[in-house]
């Protein structure tokens, strides 16, 4: 499967983004999928993740409350809303899918993925 990230983008502190991740070449129905980030210097870390069919999600502590993750598998798309910005939430965000394996559960962890975009760059100022 193929993902391709999107609507990142330049914002002041407390404004929202929407952040889409389009899957192609397969259905991404039967893909867990997760949001991670890396900011300059840093090590990718994670963000938010959902299961195969929407029912389960999972949140870093630094985003529980501001970001919600959410998917359309009509749409083959897994989004990212992001709310009350701040500029420590300035870095890439990047999608990534494993296959379900008829698993309920979800993956937070960068290497349990094995499909990745290509990352959108989100810049918070203060």
């Known amino acids: 499967v193929q993902l391709q990230a999107s609507g990142g983008g330049p914002v002041q502190a407390g404004d929202s983004l929407r952040l889409s991740c389009a899957a192609s070449g397969r259905t991404l129905s039967s893909y867990r999928t997760g949001w991670f980030r890396q900011a300059p210097g840093k090590e990718r870390e994670f963000v938010a993740a959902?299961?195969?069919?929407?029912?389960?999600?999972y949140y870093a502590d630094s985003v529980k409350g501001r970001f919600a993750i959410s998917r359309d598998n009509a749409k083959h798309t897994v989004y990212l809303q992001m709310n009350s910005l701040k500029p420590e939430d300035t870095a890439v965000y990047y999608c990534a899918a494993s296959y379900y394996y008829g698993s309920y559960s979800i993956l937070t962890k960068p290497d349990e993925h094995d499909y990745w975009g290509q990352g959108t760059l989100v810049t918070v100022s203060s």
């Open positions: 959902i299961n195969w069919n929407g029912n389960n999600t």
